[in-house]
């Protein structure tokens, strides 16, 4: 009968040490998923015979109130039509970034951002056409101005090519929401 009783013990344990476990893990997951936040940029834009949209969901995880890290995806479309030069032409891209975020204070948001973007351009003259495909690296430093889950600010492309980059100026504003 001891045996027995040795056993319910050891058994008695072993599930209390396993539910312990459980609820320790659960609550870890808890913590972590409430420090994660979803969001991104969205955008289009439009002028004389252009046409530009911008798709960039985002997640990120805030370490602590000053500091968060996340990824992002990237797709955007872009077309134009310049009569000048009667020339058409589309590109379309698509990637991943990489981003952090430092908040000295809340209302302030410090940003570097790597994004990494495949590139497929078109260029239509009369009698011909031409295309690239290219992957183009960008690094992003930024500041901006944060109320609630919005922040709006300015960033630059460190590694800005003119030939290359999908952006026309090294120079961006962003709209950035978190939830």
């Avoid at 539910?19 to 834009?45: A, C, D, P, T």
Wanted: cysteine-free; aromatic content about 22%; charged content about 15%.
């Amino acid at each position: 009968m001891k045996v027995f009783t040795s056993q319910n013990n050891n058994l008695f344990v072993l599930v209390f040490t396993i539910l312990f476990s459980l609820q320790f893990n659960y609550s870890q997951e808890e913590s972590f998923w409430s420090n994660v936040r979803f969001g991104g940029n969205i955008g289009i834009g439009f002028s004389n015979d252009t046409f530009n949209a911008v798709l960039a969901p985002a997640a990120i995880y805030e370490f602590n109130p000053w500091f968060s890290a996340g990824l992002g995806l990237n797709f955007g479309y872009s077309s134009f039509d310049d009569d000048r030069f009667n020339e058409e032409g589309s590109s379309t891209n698509y990637g991943a970034s990489i981003i952090s975020f430092f908040n000295p204070v809340p209302e302030f948001q410090f940003s570097a951002e790597f994004e990494q973007m495949g590139v497929n351009r078109r260029f239509e003259v009369p009698g011909e056409t031409f295309t690239e495909d290219y992957w183009y690296p960008a690094l992003f430093v930024g500041a901006g101005y944060r109320t609630g889950f919005v922040s709006f600010g300015l960033r630059y492309d460190l590694l800005f090519d003119e030939d290359k980059s999908i952006y026309g100026s090294a120079y961006a504003p962003f709209v950035r929401v978190f939830f």
